[in-house]
């Protein structure tokens, strides 16, 4: 096997940006994306099966629909609950987690705050990318082979020991 390839079990560097259907950037992919290429769920399929058997300098190019992405717009997801249920410094952006309503689950989401009125705070568990059609835009900078532990484990360990490494 050509060790510059993308194949099962190999340690992927790409280089990347991600612009919706518009063509208006949506994450400029300042920081490389790492990932443990052949089914382990650390990045999209569809980009996965794109970026299988490429070198290292290939650029690909490959339009995720909302299925295929972050899932489509669940209105179900937005809550409005009461003003004083949050402490006094809010503002909208900011992320807290949560339940969904109805939901007897352990199963927390984060909800992010995107309006403020008087005495209600509307709160949205959908991703931010939820529902839009992206264009996934990544060139391979780095192709190695993936050590034992991090086959064992299923992800990436960091070059840097395994400083904020969790289980």
Do not use: W
């Not at 409005?80 to 987690?97: C, H, N, S, T, W």
Request: aromatic residues 6%; charged residues 30%; proline residues 5%.
């Amino acid at each position: 096997m050509n060790n510059t390839q993308v194949a099962k079990n190999t340690v992927v560097t790409l280089d990347y940006n991600v612009t919706d259907s518009d063509g208006v950037l949506v994450d400029a992919g300042k920081e490389p994306l790492v990932y443990l290429h052949g089914g382990y769920d650390d990045i999209f399929p569809k980009i996965e099966e794109a970026v299988q058997g490429k070198a290292i300098g290939e650029t690909i190019k490959v339009k995720l629909q909302p299925e295929e992405a972050f899932g489509d717009y669940d209105e179900q997801l937005i809550q409005i609950e009461p003003r004083d249920a949050f402490p006094k410094e809010l503002e909208v952006g900011m992320q807290f987690e949560g339940a969904p309503d109805g939901s007897d689950d352990e199963e927390f989401i984060i909800y992010r705050v995107t309006d403020i009125a008087d005495d209600k705070v509307v709160m949205d568990g959908n991703h931010p990318l939820a529902g839009m059609s992206l264009i996934f835009t990544c060139t391979v900078t780095t192709v190695r082979p993936a050590s034992a532990e991090e086959l064992a484990h299923g992800h990436v360990h960091g070059d840097e020991g395994d400083e904020g490494h969790c289980h």
